[in-house]
């Protein structure tokens, strides 16, 4: 369970990620916007990204 609505709209983001990442016909445009926008909540958490 989140804590806060950064956390959650992290945890979003990241199910959204994987699910698309396994469609064959994903939009990478928005495969990459996600994740750029995943980093950014990461750092704004003072989470080390995950590479």
């Known amino acids: 369970m989140s804590v806060n609505p950064n956390e959650a709209y992290l945890e979003a983001i990241t199910m959204t990620l994987a699910y698309l990442e396994k ?12 994740k750029k ?3 950014r909540i990461l750092v704004e ?7």
């Open 23 to 34: 469609k064959e016909d994903c939009d990478e445009k928005l495969v990459e916007e996600l």
């Open 37 to 39: 926008e995943r980093e």
């Open 45 to 51: 958490l003072n989470v080390h990204p995950i590479s």
